[in-house]
């Protein structure tokens, strides 16, 4: 009896030890077979999970998955046998009896049972709908785990799936990839769906409840017909028939411009959640707006065909597919035009001053996914960088990210599409990431323009920012300058905070309008005209090059009341209120370093501005 305690102490030591090591990334998960028991009256799922696995570590023992604690494993087949498992801290560890070389191949079964956990009430949910009972899941981001044992993190996608799914037989089963079968047996339907491609966990999903099913069918640029089946409520039957065929065209676009669909098959389920779900092959969504039906057809490329390879990256998921559901705008593929989308965009992208588009915070799914940074204000920085790039360029680049082999059917991180960004380009965008995606905020500018008699346009352009992460937002800027027989829109090239431009323009200006067509993400900027005389604009600085004294001389008396200095960056470097009456001004500027500054001379209405340059003399 000693020996036996004794034994039984090592064993539990043992397997405390090693209930320690979470890791899973020994092997790779190549197919799934699942088999439910699930009535969408009952919180309850039964199930048995069989996995097909690589080793991808030399003398490996033991095989991890992720489960909820609140599932009871009935026990793991091996070899037809019995083999050992604890399930700990959300972890089912498989030990085997033996070291496993690299490469090796082979499968387990795991049988188990229980109620789903509710603290997450989306992952396996049982509601109504018109009086029925609905089961459906959603298990984005770490809700797989809470109704079957998977392997959740990012890092590996499993090859293929079969759903198999027992439930009464009044209900039909919606699922991923191509319906295999449907076979009534006594009081039960089996229902059986197989999909052939890579898959992440959470991407994996399926409803149950008295479905009315129809298709539509698209004909793609290759000739290929493909089905959009869709499981609707019979109640919702006839709105549905009339709104998901607008579907159709968006998904041609989708196809022609980037990539054919990836995939075997597509379709929508209803369910009862307040949005959508981008279900790999099968969306669930609560109804048929195209707005919602364009969101999640876009997540079949940017998602699910390439998905964040972090949840930190998730607006590579979420802010591609916001803004392709844009793009349907601008092909007037919506009910809603192009500019009130962009519109709409940046108003909710600027309802807060901070926030950035990547996540740092990954701990509460409700951080991962906040509408106005990860889905509003990455969708309106891509089409900020679409306007710095331009067309070709842009849509060239996401062309090459989603034909990237190493990426396809796989995992990528905000560097991917970085990469590809700036090889189809050719350009540095690193300080571009830095400050739309890593860093928070958005630029606000203050533009300053005049033409004088001689058509000649002066513009000044200031910003801030409205979060300290950011030192200054560098951007092309445009602007349409309108007059009564002609316009015509001039680009900015803006580096620095209080730039100076000047323009010859062949007809007298009325207007200005700055970001005519709303491709920058700001709020809040203004363009307004500076009415100035002729004699103004003649004042002089000097010596240019100064280095100890600065002297302005104005053709006129004109009362100062400030005069502000700033460098090269936009940064004040000299600031004096006054109350002066004068035609001439004299500045101390030996205390500044070499280089090319402006002075900014504000009277009781207006601001006059020139550029000199500090050079000390050298003895």
Not at 243 to 256: E, G
Not at 379 to 391: F, H, I, K, S, Y
Not at 426 to 448: H, Q
Not at 568 to 579: A, D, I, R
Request: glycine residues 4%; negative net charge; proline residues 3%.
């Amino acid at each position: 009896m000693r020996l036996i305690l004794i034994i039984l102490f090592i064993f539990n030591t043992v397997i405390e030890i090693f209930s320690q090591n979470y890791s899973n990334t020994n092997y790779d998960l190549k197919y799934q077979r699942f088999e439910w028991e699930i009535d969408p009256e009952i919180m309850y799922v039964k199930g048995i999970v069989t996995s097909f696995f690589k080793i991808t570590e030399n003398n490996s023992s033991q095989i991890v998955f992720e489960l909820a604690d609140e599932l009871n494993v009935d026990s793991v087949i091996f070899k037809n046998h019995n083999i050992n498992y604890l399930l700990d801290n959300k972890h089912l560890i498989i030990y085997f009896n033996e070291f496993f070389p690299i490469n090796y191949f082979d499968s387990i079964s795991i049988y188990y049972q229980g109620i789903p956990p509710s603290k997450n009430s989306r992952a396996f949910e049982i509601t109504n709908h018109n009086n029925v009972p609905i089961m459906w899941t959603l298990s984005e981001p770490f809700g797989a785990k809470d109704w079957f044992p998977c392997k959740q993190t990012l890092n590996d996608k499993i090859d293929s799936i079969d759903l198999i799914i027992t439930a009464p037989k009044q209900y039909k089963v919606a699922g991923n990839g191509i319906l295999i079968s449907e076979q009534v047996i006594n009081e039960n339907k089996i229902t059986h769906w197989k999909h052939n491609f890579p898959i992440a966990a959470y991407l994996i999903g399926i409803a149950i409840t008295n479905y009315s099913v129809y298709s539509d069918y698209v004909t793609l640029n290759t000739g290929d017909t493909l089905e959009i089946l869709n499981y609707v409520y019979p109640e919702d039957l006839d709105y549905s028939k009339i709104n998901t065929p607008n579907i159709i065209d968006v998904f041609q676009y989708f196809s022609d411009t980037f990539l054919h669909y990836p995939f075997e098959r597509y379709g929508h389920a209803q369910f009862s959640w307040g949005g959508g779900m981008e279900h790999q092959t099968m969306s669930f969504m609560l109804n048929f707006s195209h707005s919602l039906m364009a969101h999640e057809l876009a997540h079949q490329w940017f998602g699910n065909y390439i998905t964040c390879g972090s949840w930190h990256d998730i607006w590579l998921n979420e802010s591609f597919a916001t803004y392709f559901e844009g793009l349907s705008s601008e092909r007037e593929l919506a009910e809603y035009d192009w500019e009130t989308w962009k519109l709409q965009k940046i108003y909710e992208a600027t309802m807060t001053d901070n926030g950035s588009v990547y996540v740092y915070d990954t701990t509460d799914y409700t951080k991962i996914f906040i509408h106005s940074m990860v889905y509003a204000k990455g969708a309106m920085v891509l089409n900020t960088l679409r306007w710095e790039l331009g067309d070709s360029i842009f849509f060239q680049s996401i062309k090459n990210y989603l034909n990237d082999e190493n990426l396809k059917y796989n995992y990528a991180k905000t560097d991917d599409i970085k990469y590809h960004f700036e090889n189809t380009s050719g350009i540095d965008l690193t300080e571009f990431f830095d400050d739309w995606i890593y860093s928070e905020g958005y630029p606000v500018y203050n533009i300053i323009w005049s033409q004088d008699d001689s058509n000649n346009l002066n513009i000044i352009v200031k910003q801030k920012q409205t979060h300290k992460s950011v030192d200054y937002f560098e951007l092309k800027l445009p602007i349409l300058l309108k007059g009564l027989v002609s316009d015509t829109l001039i680009i900015l090239e803006n580096n620095y905070n209080g730039e100076i431009y000047n323009f010859n323009i062949d007809f007298k200006i009325t207007s200005a309008i700055f970001n005519p067509e709303n491709d920058i993400l700001t709020r809040g900027s203004e363009i307004n005209q500076f009415f100035a005389s002729k004699e103004d604009f003649t004042f002089t600085v000097s010596p240019n090059p100064a280095n100890e004294n600065l002297q302005i001389n104005f053709p006129v008396r004109i009362n100062i009341k400030k005069t502000e200095i700033y460098n090269s960056e936009g940064k004040t470097v000299f600031k004096e209120k006054l109350n002066l009456s004068t035609d001439i001004y004299n500045v101390e500027v030996s205390n500044l370093k070499e280089g090319i500054y402006i002075i900014c001379i504000y009277t009781d209405k207006e601001q006059l501005t020139r550029k000199f340059v500090i050079i000390h003399d050298k003895k």
